[in-house]
C-alpha cells in the first residue's frame, strides 16, 4: 500500500476488501459468476497479489492450489457486477465495506469465462 496515500486505517479497509473479493473468487471457481471488485478494493487487491509468495500460498491454502489469474484491464463496464460482487462476499459471511464498492470497476472479470481477476 506504499504507492497510495493511506493512513493505516483505509489501508487496513482496502486490504480487508480486497482479501474478502480474492477468497470470495476462490471460494467460486468455476462458476463463471462475474465477479469483479470496485476500483478502490482493486488497489487492495493488486497489493496483495503482488506479493508473490504469500499470493501463491493464499492460492494453495484457498483454492486448492489452482492459481487464480490476473488479466488486467480487458474490457471496462457499468453493468452491476460491483454492487452484484459486494453482495455475493456478504452472502459468504464477509463484512463488506460497502463505501468502497461504489464505483465501478477498470477490471472484472478481466477474462469472461476463465477464472482470473
Same mark, same amino acid.
Given at each position: 500500500?506504499?504507492?497510495?496515500?493511506?493512513?493505516?486505517?483505509?489501508?487496513?479497509?482496502?486490504?480487508?476488501?480486497?482479501?474478502?473479493?480474492?477468497?470470495?473468487?476462490?471460494?467460486?471457481?468455476?462458476?463463471s459468476?462475474?465477479?469483479?471488485?470496485?476500483?478502490?478494493?482493486?488497489?487492495? %487487491?493488486?497489493?496483495?497479489?503482488?506479493?508473490?509468495?504469500?499470493?501463491?500460498?493464499? /492460492?494453495?491454502?484457498? #483454492? *486448492?492450489? =489452482?492459481?487464480?489469474?490476473?488479466?488486467?484491464?480487458?474490457e471496462?463496464?457499468?453493468?452491476?457486477?460491483?454492487?452484484?460482487?459486494?453482495?455475493?462476499?456478504?452472502?459468504?459471511?464477509?463484512e %463488506?465495506?460497502?463505501?468502497?464498492?461504489?464505483?465501478?470497476?477498470d477490471c472484472?472479470? /478481466?477474462?469472461?469465462? #476463465? *477464472?482470473s =481477476?
Amino acid at each position: 500500500m506504499r504507492d497510495y496515500p493511506y493512513d493505516s486505517v483505509m489501508a487496513e479497509r482496502v486490504l480487508g476488501q480486497g482479501y474478502a473479493y480474492l477468497l470470495t473468487a476462490m471460494n467460486h471457481r468455476g462458476e463463471s459468476l462475474g465477479l469483479a471488485p470496485s476500483k478502490i478494493v482493486d488497489v487492495g %487487491v493488486h497489493t496483495i497479489i503482488l506479493d508473490t509468495v504469500a499470493y501463491a500460498e493464499l /492460492c494453495d491454502q484457498y #483454492n *486448492d492450489g =489452482h492459481f487464480l489469474h490476473h488479466i488486467p484491464l480487458v474490457e471496462s463496464k457499468n453493468d452491476g457486477s460491483v454492487m452484484k460482487t459486494a453482495h455475493r462476499i456478504a452472502a459468504d459471511g464477509w463484512e %463488506v465495506d460497502l463505501s468502497l464498492w461504489a464505483d465501478a470497476p477498470d477490471c472484472g472479470p /478481466c477474462h469472461p469465462g #476463465n *477464472d482470473s =481477476h
